[in-house]
């Protein structure tokens, strides 16, 4: 013979939906507490209205909204590691903008010192720079 739940316990009713052993369905809480400063905020908050806290996490891959940070739920991506991996591309797409930047500078000054230098500083850029 199975044991009856305790009170206040819920089990599955023969719908699927969760009900106390008197037969009453929980009530859908609309609001939810802030683990940083425990004040109630509504369900679709993303941050707490009074700490600022993060509430609602987006996944950066596949945009999947969350109630904790760390790794998606639904496709298993680290939040901490594409962060980083997204900064680092950003980085190298800078760094070589700033190198086409730095080389287009170059050969301008190259082209206003073709008076002064006779062609031969703008010959000897062009031969070391397919080196």
Not at 30 to 49: H, L, S, Y
Not at 53 to 75: E, N, S, V
Request: charged share 20%; with cysteine.
């Amino acid at each position: 013979m199975a044991a009856e739940p305790a009170h206040g316990v819920f089990s599955q009713g023969t719908r699927g939906a969760a009900r106390c052993r008197h037969g009453v369905a929980p009530r859908y809480n609309p609001f939810m507490e802030c683990p940083k400063c425990k004040m109630e905020n509504g369900d679709a908050e993303r941050f707490c209205r009074r700490c600022h806290a993060t509430l609602l996490f987006t996944c950066p891959a596949c945009a999947a909204a969350q109630r904790h940070g760390g790794t998606c739920d639904k496709c298993g991506v680290d939040f901490t590691k594409y962060a980083f991996m997204v900064v680092s591309h950003e980085q190298s797409n800078a760094a070589r903008g700033h190198e086409n930047i730095r080389e287009r500078a170059s050969i301008w000054k190259q082209i206003i010192l073709l008076p002064v230098t006779g062609g031969y500083s703008l010959i000897r850029f062009f031969l070391h720079r397919d080196a």
